[in-house]
C-alpha cells in the first residue's frame, strides 16, 4: 500500500515506539519478521523499519535479513536509548513473578537489572516486546511479566511496575528504515557498504578506503556461510555515495555493494 509502513510487531514492539517517534501512528502496519521482510521485497509496503545494531549485542537478528535482501535501500538511521518498563497484569506484584517475556534482545539489554532485581525468574523468549506483552495479557495466572516499551501498557490491560531498567548510553538500539528512494546528499551523511571479501584481500580493501580519503566509522562481521576464510563486512564510511571521495571510490570499486546513504544520526 503507498506510504504504508512496515515494522517488526505486534503493536507495542520497541520498533513500533522506534515508528511512532520517526512517524507518527498513521499508516504503521504491524508484521512478523518473515512478513515484513517479504512485504518489503515484494512492493507491498513502501518502508520497513528494522533493528540493525544495539550498543548491548552488536549486530541484531534482523541485520543479515537486511543484507540479504537481493534489492535494499537503507534511507534512514535512528538511534534510540532504550529505558525498559517491567509490565504485568493489574494486581500482579513483583514477588508475584515467577516467568518474565522478552526478546532475547532485551534479555541482553535487561540482564544487569534482572540479575541483581530477579535472580531466580524464568526467563522466556518472545518473537519482540509487543509479543511479551501480549503473551503476558493473555496469561490466566498474575505471575508473569514482559519487558519492553512503556507504550505496551497503553496498548494492552497491563500497568508497569517499574520503568527506565538499563536506561542509558550503554543501551542504545539503531533502527534502519528501508525505503525506495537514496535521499539527497545533505553534507552529513553516512554510506553502508556490504564488502565480501576472502582473508588474503581483506587488508588491501581497507587500506584503498583510507587512501581513497574514505573515512570508516565502523565494521560488523558477518558469516559468508561459504568458508571459514571468506566474510561479509557491513562497513559504515562517513559521505554520500553520491558525492565527492565516497562517489569517487565506489565508480573505481564496482564490486562493493552500497546498501544505502542517508542524514548521519
Ligand atoms: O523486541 C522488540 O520489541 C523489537 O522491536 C526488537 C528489539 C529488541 C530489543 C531491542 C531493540 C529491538
Request: glycine residues 8%.
Amino acid at each position: 500500500v503507498a506510504g504504508s509502513i512496515g515494522y517488526l510487531g505486534p503493536a507495542g514492539s520497541w520498533t513500533h515506539q522506534a515508528c511512532l517517534d520517526l512517524f507518527g501512528a498513521r499508516d504503521l502496519v504491524p508484521l512478523s519478521r518473515d512478513e515484513l521482510f517479504t512485504a518489503y521485497a515484494d512492493g507491498k509496503i513502501e518502508r520497513a523499519c528494522v533493528p540493525a545494531t544495539t550498543s548491548a549485542v552488536g549486530a541484531t537478528p534482523y541485520l543479515d535479513a537486511v543484507i540479504d535482501l537481493p534489492d535494499v535501500r537503507i534511507v534512514a538511521e535512528y538511534p534510540k536509548m532504550l529505558g525498559y518498563s517491567l509490565l504485568a497484569k493489574p494486581g500482579t506484584k513483583r514477588g508475584d513473578i515467577v516467568a518474565v517475556h522478552a526478546h532475547p534482545v532485551a534479555f541482553e539489554e535487561v540482564r544487569p537489572w534482572l540479575e541483581r532485581e530477579m535472580p531466580r525468574v524464568r526467563r522466556i523468549d518472545a518473537a519482540s516486546a509487543g509479543a511479551a506483552a501480549q503473551t503476558v495479557a493473555r496469561s490466566v495466572t498474575p505471575d508473569a511479566a514482559s519487558f519492553g516499551p512503556k507504550v505496551g501498557a497503553d496498548i494492552y490491560p497491563l500497568v508497569s511496575l517499574v520503568d527506565g531498567i538499563e536506561e542509558g548510553p550503554h543501551n542504545v538500539t539503531r533502527w534502519w528504515v528501508l525505503g525506495r528512494q537514496m535521499p539527497a546528499p545533505t553534507g552529513d551523511d553516512k554510506t553502508s557498504l556490504l564488502v565480501a571479501v576472502s582473508d588474503a584481500t581483506l587488508s588491501s580493501t581497507l587500506a584503498e578506503f583510507g587512501a581513497a580519503g574514505v573515512r570508516i566509522l565502523t565494521i560488523y562481521e558477518r558469516p559468508s556461510k561459504k568458508t571459514l576464510d571468506t566474510h561479509r563486512y557491513l562497513v559504515e564510511v562517513e559521505g554520500h555515495a553520491k558525492q565527492g571521495a565516497l562517489a569517487a571510490f565506489l565508480e573505481e570499486h564496482r564490486e562493493l555493494r552500497v546498501l544505502g546513504s542517508y542524514p548521519r544520526r
